[in-house]
């Protein structure tokens, strides 16, 4: 059973920054880890993945601005997110995809970027 725990999202002014931890644990291989979001009357979309090699991957509205990092020994994925703006503002969700193909997702974590 793999679990994600998510932390480090919050309320913070446009132009400030905030940054996401995700643990995963488990007897797993990790290949993927990423990022999405879901903002309130939106689909959820890919922020920022991360193979196992540091091969990364950025939607364009956050490139520039928000930078993804992981630790293969300790399965943990991070997101830094810099001059956040207000259509920031969604739910943040910690993703694994392991070797066999199948998805985890962690809980959700609330960013709020005030104007």
């Known amino acids: 059973q793999v679990q994600l725990v998510e932390s480090g999202g919050g309320l913070v002014q446009a132009g400030g920054s905030l940054r996401l931890s995700c643990a995963a644990s488990?007897?797993?291989?990790?290949?993927?880890m990423g990022w999405y979001r879901r903002a309130p009357g939106k689909q959820r979309e890919l922020v920022a993945q991360?193979?196992?090699?540091?091969?990364?991957n950025y939607a364009d509205s956050v490139k520039g601005r928000f930078t993804i990092s992981r630790d293969n020994a300790k399965n943990t994925v991070n997101l830094q997110m810099n001059s956040l703006k207000p259509e920031d503002t969604a739910v943040y969700y910690c993703?694994?995809?392991?070797?066999?193909?199948?998805?985890?997702w962690g809980q959700g974590t609330q960013v709020t970027v005030s104007s």
């Open positions: 993703s694994v995809r392991i070797l066999n193909g199948a998805y985890y």
């Open positions: 488990g007897s797993i291989l990790i290949n993927l």
């Open positions: 991360i193979s196992s090699g540091g091969s990364t």
